[in-house]
């Protein structure tokens, strides 16, 4: 008994634990909805991206769910209620590890698919789709970059291939590509009716352009990503571990108090 006490409180704990865990990730999903800023909605489709966050925002909520299911179960000694905890956290575990897999299988790709999708914002949804062209402009204000790979990309190759008139051989820099705390008319002066083939003025506009940031800070971030997901699905199989065990135990104790 004394050995089955001990394990229903490192369960208590380890739920506690997710529960945190749940509602930090349904934080974090929150933020990356509600931010355009975030570099991850360049990596799918919108409507992909959407469905792709949705998912991972129910598998947030199912971790909520679990862990007040799994210390509901065990401090009220009801065994219904620590299987249905056991099989949601093997629901959320299954996702994870699929959903990790995947990403480092098809990693290649989305690198791929990130820098068409950048380049095509800005050579041709930019000007078409204001929703996006709000989200670019938040993410080179913030990231403090232009264009794709740089800024000569706002050139727009498809109008030099239309033919060389007075109109096509000059080209607009949206002013979110300026830097912090330049004035009005010097940041319009450097992004506004530019000869192709000027030099750019980069004391006035960012230099890098946003995909190189992207994949900067993804690659930053990547070892640090899977060391803490990795930590975190091992304490995720461990309690699986120990729910599975308390789960017999249960099922014995209820037993012997008959």
Not at 166 to 189: H, V, Y
Request: proline share 2%; glycine share 6%.
């Amino acid at each position: 008994m004394g050995c089955y006490s001990c394990m229903k409180f490192l369960f208590i704990f380890l739920n506690v634990i997710f529960l945190l865990f749940g509602i930090a990730g349904v934080g974090v999903i929150v933020w990356i909805l509600l931010d355009p800023s975030v570099p991850l909605h360049f990596t799918q489709q919108q409507n992909d991206f959407m469905i792709a966050t949705v998912i991972y925002l129910i598998v947030a909520l199912l971790l909520v769910l679990l862990s007040v299911l799994g210390i509901y179960s065990v401090s009220k000694e009801i065994r219904w209620a620590l299987v249905v905890s056991f099989s949601l956290l093997l629901i959320v575990i299954v996702v994870e590890v699929a959903s990790g897999v995947w990403i480092y299988i098809n990693r290649q790709n989305l690198d791929e698919f990130t820098h068409a999708h950048v380049k095509r914002t800005v050579q041709e949804i930019y000007d078409t789709d204001k929703n996006i062209r709000e989200m670019f402009d938040t993410i080179q204000s913030k990231m403090y970059c232009c264009g794709a790979d740089n800024p000569a990309d706002w050139v727009r190759n498809k109008e030099i291939n239309m033919g060389i008139t007075t109109k096509l051989t000059k080209f607009n820099i949206p002013t979110s590509c300026c830097r912090e705390n330049i004035a009005e008319s010097t940041c319009l002066a450097a992004t506004q009716n530019i000869k192709i083939g000027n030099d750019l003025d980069f004391g006035v506009i960012y230099e890098k352009g946003c995909y190189v940031l992207i994949k900067e800070n993804i690659l930053n971030s990547l070892t640090v990503i899977f060391c803490v997901f990795g930590a975190i699905l091992g304490v995720k199989v461990f309690g699986l571990f120990i729910g599975l065990i308390l789960a017999f135990s249960m099922n014995r104790n209820n037993r012997y108090k008959a």
